[in-house]
């Protein structure tokens, strides 16, 4: 095929300019999905940033005290080893609570290797012969900080106190309470103290290994070395990871829902390129059919072309996020530097790239066909007729607007499809660029007004050891506590049905709890209830229907008047007053209540003051917010708008090019007319930033109503209930919308002002 | 003394290069129905040199497509070295061309991008001719048309007479049977045209079958015979070298010619 290559070669020569384009639009597209893969990897893969800082092992084994852990370190690939530990169990004691501890005896040097990561407080200390360093979560979930003090009990049933010298995060294990028991570490002393029973400690080895992926191999021999019988738990870091990672359906609908997009933008932009490229070849593909190319020759021609500029691109992009991503400033240094510490880390690069060139060979298959169907008669274009000035240049000479602007009006809008086409192009990335606007707002929303999302208590206060009536004159009293409503949570059958329900019993008929209402209205009457997504979903009902449970064995029939927005229990909640659930006894003890906070009152503030008031026998937590994990959308929120907004840029480049050929020959007679460069580079810039104005604002409108949409669609199918969506702010947009036309404007210019210079008989023997 | 259809459909077009029967081709814009090419029979025998003339827009050229399989008939046969042609698939129709039909468009003959060397090259390279032998053919052909030293200009900087010999020499490259040329001497002045019409005649000779449209009597007066369109029909079609003079006495001086 020295024919095919022969012309390849020549149009590349001769079209060097948009090649080099097309492969830095492709490079850059590879730059930034690997960047926001990584930072997604990051944000969303908590055991990754820690795994890669700590220097953690990939392996760890629970030995039987006494056995010799030498030969571990003698295994094929195992690149290092951390300890042997000696552990010992025991029991963190919380007011009524006992918690399952891990004591970790590891001296007063942080060790190389699965290295501790201080997040607060410090290391052990000598010094201090009662401290202990907490793991994270855990340390989170017993609110228990540095400086803290905390009972711990031995299993011959002494209790320490000990001090909290410091919170430090682990790739060692999971998070509590997914993995259990929690982790502290202490000096060997203080463990002998704990545990003064040599045979009821044991021993933990970590195992760091040159290829991850050998794990399951390394581990067999492990246990092999040591004898299956001394091994009493081996856990890897697939383990760790699947249990560190965010479980949470909206954040994953969320993500797949951005990397489709950015992945479809992207393609759209390069079937645009290689469209106009086609266009701008019509009469050359003409000659190459007289000449004898079959159309199927053509097709593969230029499929073979875009897909290896993609591919130059693709490698180039792949090699300069590999290399210079990591040394890019704070996160997204950061996120690179781990992810390639992450052992799957050149498969998922793989993955993209393969995944990117044929997103783009298909994206260049359209333009390619329409290639092999350009007519073999090469069209010298008809003059076509003139038609009525445009509303808008009419307008525009009504309002003695200056020449340049009134022919760029018309100019935009003379070739009402191409301009279509333009128009719609350029709308794409600013109605995807509105939808993650519409994302961020929302997250911004359950941040600052969580009471519209079913979060408007901030605490829930569980009374442990004390009575109700003590527990709510003790609430009522706290400063800072607006109001405290009784709640109790039962399970309840519904019948037909082979699940249970969650009831709850939150507020009262006289003083009901403030859900968020997404439908319908509030409780008034005791067998009145408000329902989350997930249950109506669950019983098969709607708002307004009836509906029996059976609680306790007492059959209950509820009026469903409304619907709460319910971030939790995947909205499978069921919310009536507690009167509802009044039984033979009277009404139910509340197991819980759930404090709505005044407005700037400090949550740890009344936590504290509750503690104390109640010396500590009400137990307060502080109520999880979506938003908190979502957080690790932002990152990528950020970065999709980032890419889009490169994927507009190319999609103006092409147009502003295309635009340009299509009427380079009206300019010169324009100029032979008599106008001058200055005008005639006015009305090209006039003409890109019409059209881009009109792609703006259909961009954003239909972006507005696609993101209420598709938010709204997430929230439903997460069972947390239509209704959360929020539009992004108007100023916002009115930003957004502005800086595209201002850049669309800048990147008009330098085109025009080349086509400007061109000559006059050039350009007008080029037809 | 105009000369109907050669033959009825039922003849075997064996020795015939070409064979056109009732060959129409209109076109439709802004709604009225323009008639390009109405009801055509043409017969050309393998070797024949024929030169086709008419005023402006008589479809001169959209037959000329019509033959080189580079458009579509409405309706009608068309017959190519006894095989019939008009209804293959358009990648047939590329294969065709690559071999045997060597075509020079009116206009914008060149692609645009290579230079003019490798526009030459490009047919023979297409139809496997090895690159060394593709490359001396293209410098004797260029020499004949006395552009040995534009090879390799781009088109954007040969003139329009330039243009118009380099399609004519990629043309030839392939020595195809038929050779379609539209108006390859429009823009030449006196010299080149002998220059071209000197190639025309060798490839004549070699036994070549030409199809020539032309304005220029001098041009045609070279061919064996003068077809005339007048709005889409063949009005004349004689071995004659003038057409102007009409007539069929001329035949006799062609025929002596010959
Ligand atoms: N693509 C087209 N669309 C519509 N009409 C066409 C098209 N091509 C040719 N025609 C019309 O068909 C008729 C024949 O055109 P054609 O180009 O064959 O004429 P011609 O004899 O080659 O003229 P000239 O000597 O000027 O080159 C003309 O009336 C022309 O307007
Ligand atoms: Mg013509």
Redesign the interface.
């Known amino acids: 095929m ?2 095919v290559l ?2 390849e070669f ?2 590349l ?3 060097r300019g948009q090649a080099a384009l097309m492969v830095l639009v492709t490079a850059v597209i590879t730059v930034s999905l690997i960047l926001a893969n990584a930072l997604l990897q990051n944000a969303g893969n908590p055991w990754q940033r820690t795994f890669g800082q700590s220097n953690g092992a990939h392996l760890w084994l629970h030995v039987r005290p006494g056995v010799d852990t030498a030969p571990l370190a003698r295994l094929d690939g195992v690149a290092a080893v951390a300890g042997p530990y000696r552990t010992a169990p025991s029991t963190l004691v919380r007011s009524a609570e006992k918690v399952p501890l891990e004591l970790r005896a590891v001296g007063p040097a942080l060790p190389k290797v699965s290295r501790p990561l201080m997040r607060s407080g410090r290391w052990l200390d000598p010094s201090v012969s009662n401290g202990v360093v907490l793991e994270s979560s855990f340390a989170r979930s017993m609110w228990a900080a540095a400086g803290d003090s905390v009972t711990v009990r031995g299993l011959d049933g002494a209790t320490h106190t000990m001090r909290v010298l410091g919170v430090a995060d682990t790739a060692d294990q999971g998070a509590y309470p997914n993995w259990t028991p929690g982790l502290g570490w202490v000096l060997p002393s203080t463990l002998g103290r704990i545990e003064p029973d040599p045979s009821h400690t044991a021993q933990t080895v970590g195992l760091r290994l040159r290829d991850p992926a050998t794990t399951d191999f390394t581990a067999q021999q492990a246990v092999t070395a040591l004898g299956s019988d001394q091994v009493t738990m081996v856990s890897t870091w697939q383990q760790v990871r699947s249990s560190m990672n965010l479980d949470n359906r909206l954040l994953g609908l969320l993500l797949a829902v951005f990397g489709l997009v950015a992945l479809l933008a992207a393609a759209l932009a390069v079937a645009g390129a290689a469209g106009s490229r086609v266009l701008a070849q019509v ?2 593909i ?12 053509l097709v593969r021609m230029f499929l073979y072309e875009h897909s290896a500029l993609a591919v130059v691109g693709i490698v180039l992009g792949t090699a300069a996020a590999s290399g210079i991503g990591p040394l890019l400033p704070s996160p997204l240094g950061e996120a690179m530097t781990f992810w390639q510490a992450q052992p799957d880390h050149l498969g998922a690069l793989l993955a993209t790239g393969v995944g990117a060139v044929l997103t783009i060979a298909l994206a260049t298959a359209l333009p390619a066909w329409r290639a092999g169907r350009v ?4 069209t ?1 274009r ?1 003059d076509r ?1 003139v038609r009525r000035m445009s509303l808008l240049a009419r307008l525009a000479l009504l309002l003695r607007l200056p020449p340049a602007l009134v022919l760029g009006a018309r100019d935009a809008f003379y070739r009402p499809l191409r301009a279509g086409l333009t128009i719609a192009r350029l709308a794409i990335p600013m109605l995807m660029i509105t939808v993650a606007l519409g994302s961020w707002a929302t997250l911004d929303g359950f941040r600052d007004h969580p009471e519209r999302v079913g979060l408007a208590a901030t605490l829930t206060a569980k009374p442990s050891g004390i009575d109700a009536a003590s527990a709510s004159r003790l609430l009522s009293r706290q400063a800072g506590v607006a109001a405290a409503y009784p709640g109790v949570e039962l399970q309840a059958l519904v019948p037909g049905q082979t699940t249970t329900i969650t009831v709850r019993g939150l507020g009262t008929v006289a003083r009901p709890y403030p859900f968020a209402l997404a439908e319908g209205r509030g409780i008034q009457d005791t067998d009145e209830a408000v329902a989350g997504q997930g249950a109506l979903d669950q019983m098969h009902v709607k708002v307004g229907q009836w509906v029996r449970v059976m609680t306790g064995g007492t059959p209950r029939i509820l009026h469903i008047v409304g619907r709460s927005i319910e971030p939790d229990h995947n909205g499978e909640m069921l919310s009536v007053g507690m009167e509802a659930l009044e039984g033979p006894v009277g009404l139910p003890q509340p197991q819980y209540y759930a404090l709505v906070l005044r407005p700037g009152a400090s949550p740890s503030g009344v936590r504290a003051g509750l503690l104390a008031a109640s010396h500590n026998q009400l137990d307060v937590q502080l109520t999880t917010n979506p938003a908190d994990q979502l957080g690790a959308v932002r990152g990528v929120v950020i970065g999709l708008v980032v890419v889009l907004a490169l994927i507009g840029l190319a999609e103006l480049v092409t147009a502003t090019g295309s635009g340009l050929r299509d009427h380079i020959r009206d300019l010169a007679v324009l100029r032979a007319m008599g106008l001058t460069p200055r005008q005639v580079t006015a009305v090209i810039v006039t003409s890109t930033s019409l059209l881009t104005t009109v792609a703006v604002l259909a961009g954003t409108a239909v972006g507005v109503l696609v993101s209420d949409r598709l938010i709204n669609l997430q929230g439903h199918a997460s069972g947390v209930g239509a209704g959360i969506a929020q539009m992004p702010p108007l100023g916002t947009l009115l930003l957004a919308g502005t800086i595209a036309v201002v850049v669309a404007a800048c990147v008009s210019v330098v085109p025009a002002a080349r086509a400007t210079r061109a000559r006059v008989t ?1 350009a007008l ?2 037809f | 003394m105009s000369r109907p259809g050669p033959s009825p459909a039922s003849t075997a077009p064996e020795q015939a290069m070409l064979q056109v029967k009732d060959l129409v081709k209109a076109y439709r ?2 709604g009225a129905t323009s008639w390009a090419v109405r009801h055509v029979d043409l017969r050309v025998d393998r070797g024949e040199f024929v030169a086709i003339m008419g005023p402006s827009g008589a479809g001169k050229s959209t037959l000329l ?1 019509l033959l ?4 579509r008939p409405d309706s009608g046969q068309i017959w190519l070295d006894g095989r019939r042609v008009d209804d293959l698939p ?2 047939r129709w ?6 045997s039909i060597g ?1 020079v ?1 009116q ?9 003019a060397a ?1 526009n030459v ?3 023979a ?3 496997g001719t090895p ?1 060394r032998q593709a490359r001396e053919r293209r410098e004797e052909l260029l020499t004949e048309l006395g552009l040995e030293h534009k090879a390799r200009s781009t088109p ?1 900087a040969l003139s329009g007479g330039e243009q118009q010999r380099v399609a004519l020499a ?1 043309a030839l490259i392939n020595e195809p049977s038929l050779l379609l040329a539209d108006e390859p001497t429009g823009s030449l002045d006196s010299r080149n045209t002998r220059d071209v019409l000197r190639l025309l005649s060798r490839c004549h000779e070699r036994g070549q079958t030409i199809l020539l449209v032309t304005h220029d009597a001098r041009v045609a007066s070279t061919a064996d015979r003068v077809i005339s369109l007048f709005d889409g029909e063949i009005a004349d079609d004689s071995a004659v070298s003038l057409p102007a003079n009409g007539g069929g006495t001329v035949a006799d001086v062609v025929q002596l010619k010959g």
Not at chain 1, 287 to 297: H, N, R, S, Y
Not at chain 2, 68 to 71: C, E, H, Q, T, Y
Request: proline share 9%.
């Open positions: 020295r024919a022969r012309w020549a149009d020569r001769a079209h009469r050359d003409a000659m190459l059919k007289a000449v004898g190319f079959t159309p199927a020759q007519p073999a008669v090469p010298v008809a007729p050039t023997s080029q | 814009a802004d497509h080189g399989g580079l458009d358009e990648s590329a294969v065709l061309r690559r071999r075509f468009f206009f914008s003959n060149l692609v645009s991008n290579m230079t490798d090259e490009l047919p390279l297409l139809a690159p954007a990629r």
